[in-house]
């Protein structure tokens, strides 16, 4: 009998310490098509070539493990809806499914339980805050195309009678701002601070509060901002901590390294992986600073089949990436209201302008916008020897990173629900 007492005085002695070990915050960061060559593609994008030793990534300091992705089929390539659904709630679904099961029902996601908890919640994206990925966070739809039912959610959708979301960082106000109903408004009514201006982003003093800094996706880091996403992280950050003694959780987004990754744009993706790593430096600090955080990183889907070597031959130029100033669309936007293709070419490329890439450019721009698009890009690509076997998505492993309080939990090769799976039983303890 007193063994008995013993083991059970052990056992709860134990699910005590579990329970206290559990971290009080915690920022989940998605990369949205990131798969291992974008993470691999940017430690050489970073390496110092006059050094011999290629030195490691912030990816590389917190590398834990590996998750598949696989959809609720056997298609076995993800995408960003079903990927998500999965990452948030730990449910398997189909592909444009935003946190429902294959039955279209919906499924409860760890936000939601953290909002149950009286955790304060977050949402950061470069895309516009009812995309896919952050989508699957606070609402609940059979499709991700259902762009303005799914901002309703953002209001309609109570958890214990409260919004969903505390603050949210991003694009959107073509969804927000409609003619059958202004959210922004229905916002501002429930006590949540506003702003649609990016440079007046430091006015917001509180939680709650909503930046709706574009119509739609905020522009490419290398058109514009390159660390909009760093910025806005730091902000969310700053207003998140010590709002709520029972902690806080945040889904961060780098969102556009996809849209990148579907364009075949090696540079335009660098661009976005620069602003992601700064953003994940930020957030590195802030546990450094709060040991009762963990912050964890993964992506939901690898995008475009990157590949570092191409047409044979045994090197990947990075000077020629780190050369190109600005996405293939903006250069192609460029060229088609020039008459000087060479002096715009070299205003975006450090790519010589050969006579052969003259003819190329001159006569795609007869065709038109797409095929001067592809002669751009296909110049870049062919110049820095990058590869690419789709527009699309691909089914392969992506990496999880892990920081912080309960970090270790994240090793080996899982699946992507089993860290929903954690991180939810992290919330409810």
Not at 21 to 50: E, Q
Not at 364 to 389: E, R
Request: proline letters at 3%; one cysteine or more; hydrophobic letters at 40%.
């Amino acid at each position: 009998m007193k063994l008995k007492l013993s083991l059970l005085a052990l056992l709860c002695s134990a699910g005590s310490v579990m329970a206290e070990s559990a971290p009080k915050n915690i920022i989940y960061m998605i990369g949205d098509g990131m798969g291992p060559a974008y993470t691999t593609a940017y430690r050489y994008f970073k390496d110092d070539p006059n050094t011999k030793v290629v030195d490691p990534t912030v990816f590389d300091t917190i590398l834990r493990g590996m998750a598949h992705t696989y959809p609720d089929d056997h298609t076995y390539v993800t995408d960003s809806a079903a990927g998500a659904t999965a990452l948030s709630s730990g449910h398997k679904s189909y592909n444009g499914a935003i946190a429902v099961d294959t039955d279209k029902k919906p499924v409860k996601t760890m936000l939601e339980v953290a909002k149950e908890r009286g955790m304060t919640t977050a949402l950061v994206a470069t895309s516009q805050i009812n995309h896919a990925t952050p989508a699957s966070f606070a609402s609940h739809n059979e499709s991700r195309r259902n762009y303005d039912e799914i901002a309703n959610d953002y209001i309609d959708n109570k958890i214990a009678g409260k919004l969903p979301v505390d603050l949210m960082l991003g694009g959107g106000t073509k969804y927000y701002v409609r003619e059958d109903r202004n959210l922004v408004e229905e916002f501002k009514a429930a006590g949540y601070q506003y702003s649609d201006d990016f440079a007046a982003m430091s006015d917001l003093k509180q939680v709650p509060a909503l930046g709706l800094f574009a119509e739609v996706g905020l522009p490419f880091a290398l058109d514009e901002n390159p660390t909009r996403l760093t910025q806005m992280t730091t902000k969310a950050l700053d207003l998140l901590d010590g709002q709520n003694d029972k902690g806080f959780f945040v889904m961060i987004e780098g969102s556009q390294i996809d849209w990148c990754g579907h364009a075949n744009d090696i540079a335009c993706a660098m661009g976005e992986m620069d602003d992601f790593a700064k953003s994940i430096e930020q957030a590195k600090a802030y546990v450094d600073k709060n040991p009762d955080t963990l912050l964890v990183i993964t992506a939901d889907h690898s995008t475009g089949g990157l590949t570092l070597g191409a047409h044979g031959q045994y090197k990947w130029e990075t000077d020629v990436v780190k050369g190109v100033k600005a996405t293939a669309g903006t250069i192609t936007k460029d060229l088609l209201e020039s008459d000087d293709l060479k002096a715009v070419w070299q205003k975006y490329s450090d790519i010589e302008f050969t006579d052969a890439n003259s003819i190329k450019l001159s006569e795609a721009k007869k065709m038109g916008d797409k095929a001067l698009l592809l002669a751009v890009k296909d110049i870049i690509n062919h110049a820095s020897f990058t590869g690419w076997t789709t527009g699309g998505h691909t089914a392969i492993d992506v990496q999880v990173f892990a920081y912080g309080k309960r970090a270790e939990d994240f090793y080996g090769s899982q699946n992507n629900t089993a860290i929903a799976d954690k991180l939810i039983d992290f919330i409810k303890q």
